[in-house]
């Protein structure tokens, strides 16, 4: 109940926005059809600086920020990242399809599809770039220190969901669709995989987990298949999107995005790496093992879905990287011209690339499985950066204490007076005036006719006297 309230308030907060910029943007461009949307006209009509409040602002910029605020609360971009990971109480099936590739997706695929609007004003493309790197590097610095099971899949889709957002920012149209594709299939493999672990050990604790190699063999290797691919390592899937990002922020300039992005890649191979360790290698913990009279097993009912996506895991980047390595034009929307860069000009980008990965890969590898380390609780006795990164930097707290401090005692509690003692107030006094004029006129209903001829009588009097008075 309170994750779906936290996903309710916050997207509507970031639609109202969204509501704005489309209402505006509509009326100035003579219609509301994307083609209409996306025209040169639209873009003129709107650029030009009007005055907001004190400020002097530029209308393009204003409505196409305003628009990206529906997309920056849908696909859950910092600050208002914090709904995604706490919807993740739903069940595994559940998060597969609507956190991997259809629901959280949509806010960049709207992106996407104004893209051509968007490219007109620099200002609104700085801020998708910036709001996107920044996302995706503090989530995958979070997932790093989560023991959710389902949470460092949350913090890992809004890493990607970030390095999305960062490369249309960056225009890279073309290699932000590529990852939306590859990712929908490694990510859902993920999810599902988390399920069979959870349904084995009975818990979403991966300190839980351990040892479940020779238990859950097929999850095993679809499970390693969709972590070299969200890795980026060579040739799976993750690996053609991920170098299409970098290739492009690199070749256009944005040297900020394509740090950000290689630091990202760095992280997610290092914590998904610590997320497979942890769950399939190590000693198997005794408690789990005991607690339900049966050892960890799966089903083909669970584990055909993961073998089903594990091939396009692995191979659909290589499949598909010719149906997303060509850019598109600014103001044709959907006709594709020669690609600002080639795709594999810079050879040293996705070596680079692959040995940041493999690196996250061994010193995961070094640090859970050969050492055999388990994570710890934010306590006392752990650094101050791991407890700030385990309690998420404490967002969540703030956010809250925005809503029951400002929002609920600030805001809500005056309209609350408001509509209690003001607007409910004067239907109030309205209704019992009109209560009391109806019992001074039922005064005269009282059924005796003598009473009525009486009444009649004197209004003919008086109404001569006047007609004589006026005469």
């Excluded at 400020?55 to 204003?62: D, E, G, I, R, T």
């Excluded at 995005?257 to 000693?283: E, N």
């Excluded at 707290?397 to 005692?409: C, H, P, Q, S």
Aim: glycine residues 10%; charged residues 10%; hydrophobic residues 55%.
């Amino acid at each position: 109940m309170a994750a779906s309230k936290k996903a309710f308030i916050l997207t509507r907060l970031a639609d109202a926005f969204f509501l704005m910029g489309v209402l505006i943007t509509g009326s100035a461009a003579g219609g509301f059809d994307f083609s209409v949307l996306n025209s040169p006209a639209a873009a003129a009509a709107l650029n030009h600086t009007v005055g907001v409040g004190l400020l002097a602002v530029n209308l393009l910029s204003l409505t196409t920020l305003a628009i990206y605020m529906g997309a920056w609360g849908k696909s859950a971009m910092f600050p208002f990242h914090v709904w995604l990971p706490d919807a993740m109480e739903g069940p595994t099936p559940v998060s597969s399809l609507i956190h991997s590739a259809t629901m959280v997706v949509a806010g960049v695929f709207l992106t996407a599809r104004l893209y051509p609007l968007f490219s007109a004003s620099e200002h609104t493309l700085r801020v998708v770039e910036a709001t996107g790197a920044f996302t995706a590097l503090f989530a995958a610095a979070i997932a790093c220190t989560q023991t959710d099971l389902k949470r460092i899949l949350a913090f890992s889709t809004l890493s990607q969901l970030g390095l999305m957002m960062a490369s249309l920012g960056a225009g890279g149209f073309s290699a932000s669709m590529f990852h939306i594709f590859t990712h929908a299939f490694f990510k859902c493999l993920l999810f599902l995989s988390a399920g069979v672990i959870i349904h084995a050990i009975h818990s979403n604790d991966i300190r839980d987990a351990g040892g479940l190699r020779k238990l859950l063999p097929r999850t095993y290797w679809t499970s390693l298949i969709a972590l070299l691919a969200i890795a980026g390592v060579f040739p799976f899937a993750g690996y053609w999107s991920k170098e299409e990002i970098l290739q492009g922020a690199l070749a256009r300039g944005h040297y900020a995005a394509f740090a950000g992005g290689m630091a990202t890649s760095a992280l997610t191979a290092f914590y998904m790496s610590r997320y497979f360790f942890l769950a399939f290698h190590g000693k198997r913990q005794p408690a789990t093992a005991a607690a339900h009279g049966h050892p960890p097993h799966e089903g083909w009912l669970m584990t055909l879905p993961l073998l089903v996506l594990a091939v396009p895991s692995a191979l659909a980047g290589w499949l598909a990287e010719g149906l997303f390595g060509r850019e598109m034009a600014p103001w044709s929307p959907g006709a594709p011209v020669e690609a600002a860069y080639e795709s594999h000009g810079s050879i040293w980008v996705p070596s680079i690339a692959t040995a940041a990965a493999l690196i996250g890969i061994g010193i995961s590898m070094y640090w859970y499985s050969v050492k055999g380390n388990r994570p710890g609780y934010p306590g006392r006795t752990q650094p101050g950066w791991y407890v700030a990164l385990a309690r998420k930097f404490w967002i969540d707290e703030i956010w809250m204490w925005l809503a029951k401090g400002v929002g609920a005692k600030a805001i809500a509690a005056p309209m609350n007076w408001i509509e209690r003692r003001v607007v409910n107030g004067a239907f109030d006094l309205a209704s019992g005036i009109l209560k009391r004029l109806a019992f001074a006129q039922s005064l005269g209903h009282s059924g005796q006719v003598q009473w009525y001829i009486a009444v009649a009588l004197a209004g003919l009097f008086i109404l001569a006297a006047a007609t004589g008075l006026g005469s």
